[in-house]
């Protein structure tokens, strides 16, 4: 497949394409190149903090669940 390297926005789609397969390491890097590129797409900042936050609540649930027992193991937080 070939890409425009100055376009933000097949990064941008291919970042959606990777999300809706699962694969969400992907959908961050081609997020992060749709930003990185002469011209942007600025929607993927959004996309990109959303993700982000998204993981960072997935990781202080599963923190608190293993710190009170839930998960069969003790972790302290």
């Not at 990064?11 to 992060?32: D, K, W």
């Not at 930003?35 to 996309?47: C, G, K, M, Y």
């Not at 990781?59 to 293993?66: D, L």
Request: net charge positive; glycine share 8%.
């Amino acid at each position: 497949m070939r890409i425009s390297p100055r376009s933000g926005k097949p990064h941008n789609q291919l970042a959606i394409v990777a999300l809706q397969a699962g694969r969400t390491l992907e959908a961050v890097y081609y997020y992060a190149r749709a930003l990185l590129v002469r011209h942007p797409i600025l929607t993927a900042r959004d996309s990109l903090t959303g993700l982000f936050e998204r993981v960072c609540v997935a990781a202080v649930s599963y923190a608190f669940m293993a710190s009170v027992g839930i998960l069969g193991c003790r972790v302290g937080i």
